[in-house]
């Protein structure tokens, strides 16, 4: 995805939050693991994270705790050392999107794999995540006591698939997660281990779950069809609402995936989405999805395309979330912004996130609890990752412009790195510039050459154009199974359903007819000279 630069940038927008307000913890520079992909602050204050590997990286997860009164890390587990796998086998590199408390206060989660097999030269898992032992044996539920340090290992739910995301909802002891490889729903039953498959939910690949106040747990697909696990009945229910692609084109070319949410004081249900600019709230009463508005502040100068990351509601009300420039090494840097959407405030934005040894470059979690911001401080390119805090209490405090000569000039280059010549906008010397550039240049050079490896190996069928025609929009889930495809001339025929007898004509020029009955299909097929066609005859309908 190409990013679109900008020729200029005020100073003001170069500027780090007051550096009285933050304190950050970053594991040794011998730590070889990059990423931070799942972390959870508990009803007691207790902040729990996996350290996780990506990408050049064959090493499994940890989970570890961070202790805020002393800025240090504690370990809780490996994985290595308490899930067996066979030595050739794709790693259990993550434990992603899945952490949650428990009735009993003990933490539940799974595992999840982007980080290669140690005989693969790359992470490349849809060709042999079913390997007998270079594939990935399928992820684990994992339920963590806090107090006692005692680890259960409840096994894997679905062979040789990776959960992306998970929920827990209190009510009935059930965990809910998601499939990164098939997209299928499913659930787990704490006390009776039973595994239920709802079947398909969406491409591949959604991972937010998330329960709302109203008890319920919510979820969309990656092209941004929104819908609800019912915890009473634990069935789905389609909502009937589609996210508005709302920033072109990127909402087109990359997808309109739910990524982050917070139940408001006003009893909505704020969200946004990946590729989308906007911030909008849903009624939990009314099943109606609004428009808020754009959630980047008037005054920041970004390139495109920009995301968020991170949502959360102080004690307050007020939202507090991050803004960065999605480049092709994902989030460049991470603008802190505050919105009182409540009381009709504006969205602002209150520096870049980070000291000025570094900044922080993906805040893939955020929570807050007793007025401190946590925030996941990961993939800084190939360094290791750490926990980063503000004290919002006392920033709130702080009466103070990004103009100020008292706030410090971020030093990390990446935060320079969608200006069109970067280089004339640093604050620092040409040879630190030059220093963290080649440093940098590593992970860029392992990226190109893996996308270039990944073009040699696709994942799938490439084509120019595709179109989708949504059959379970217009007859139902349960009605718009495919049972067969296949092509008369320029013609493909699609026979799908609970009957029979329909069937989808898609000629070349593009046009779509969904044929209801045989008659119609022997008059389409007679039209070249046939009564019943080749591809047909034979067929019982």
């Not at 959630?295 to 009300?317: C, H």
């Not at 706030?407 to 963290?436: G, H, W």
């Amino acid at each position: 995805m190409k990013v679109r630069c900008i020729d200029s940038i005020s100073d003001e927008n170069l500027k780090l939050i007051p550096q009285n307000t933050v304190k950050r913890a970053i594991f040794d520079s011998s730590e070889l693991r990059n990423a931070i992909w799942d972390m959870y602050v508990t009803k007691n204050g207790g902040c729990f994270f996996a350290l996780c590997a990506e990408q050049a990286l064959s090493q499994s997860a940890s989970l570890y705790e961070y202790k805020f009164d002393t800025n240090e890390f504690k370990l809780c587990f490996n994985l290595s050392e308490k899930v067996c796998q066979f030595d050739e086998a794709i790693a259990m590199s993550k434990i992603h999107t899945s952490l949650s408390e428990m009735n009993d206060g003990r933490l539940i989660m799974t595992t999840h794999t982007t980080a290669k097999s140690p005989v693969h030269p790359y992470w490349h898992p849809e060709p042999f995540y079913n390997h007998v032992f270079e594939g990935y044996q399928g992820s684990n539920i994992l339920i963590y006591d806090p107090d006692t340090g005692a680890l259960e290992n409840r096994g894997i739910p679905v062979p040789h698939e990776s959960i992306y995301g998970a929920a827990y909802d209190p009510k009935k002891n059930i965990f809910y997660f998601t499939g990164y490889f098939r997209g299928h729903l499913y659930s787990f039953d704490i006390e009776s281990g039973a595994v239920r498959d709802y079947g398909k939910v969406t491409e591949f690949g959604s991972f937010r779950l998330h329960r709302g106040k109203d008890g319920n747990i919510y979820s969309a697909s990656r092209s941004g069809n929104f819908y609800r696990i019912n915890t009473d009945t634990c069935e789905i229910e389609e909502l009937g609402i589609f996210f508005p692609k709302d920033y072109e084109p990127y909402s087109t070319i990359k997808h309109v995936q739910l990524d982050y949410l917070a139940d408001g004081p006003d009893g909505y249900l704020y969200l946004k989405y990946i590729f989308g600019k906007n911030l909008y709230r849903y009624c939990y009463e009314t099943n109606k999805l609004e428009l808020v508005g754009d959630y980047r502040p008037k005054s920041l100068q970004t390139g495109d395309p920009y995301s968020a990351y991170g949502m959360i509601f102080d004690e307050n009300g007020v939202l507090w979330y991050t803004i960065g420039v999605c480049g092709t090494i994902d989030l460049s840097n991470a603008y802190l912004c505050r919105w009182d959407v409540l009381n009709g405030g504006g969205p602002e934005n209150k520096g870049l996130l980070g000291t000025p040894e570094r900044s922080v470059t993906v805040p893939a979690e955020m929570y807050c609890y007793d007025g401190i911001l946590y925030v996941a401080d990961s993939n800084h390119l190939f360094e290791a990752p750490g926990i980063f805090t503000v004290n919002i209490r006392e920033l709130d405090k702080i009466d103070y412009s990004l103009s100020d000569d008292s706030l410090v000039f971020a030093k990390d280059i990446m935060n320079y790195s969608f200006l069109t010549e970067p280089r004339r906008f640093y604050k620092y010397s040409m040879e630190e510039y030059d220093r963290q550039e080649m440093q940098n240049n590593i992970f860029v050079k392992y990226m190109e050459d893996y996308n270039h490896f990944l073009d040699e190996n696709p994942l799938g069928v490439q084509a120019s154009e595709v179109k989708a025609y949504p059959f379970w929009r217009i007859y139902g889930s349960d009605k718009s199974a495919v049972y067969n495809t296949w092509f008369e001339g320029n013609t493909l025929f699609a026979e799908f359903g609970d009957q029979k007898d329909r069937y989808l004509f898609n000629s070349s020029d593009n046009s779509v007819k969904v044929i209801e009955s045989y008659t119609e299909k022997e008059a389409l097929c007679g039209s070249a000279g046939e009564k019943i066609c080749s591809a047909c005859r034979g067929k019982e309908f």
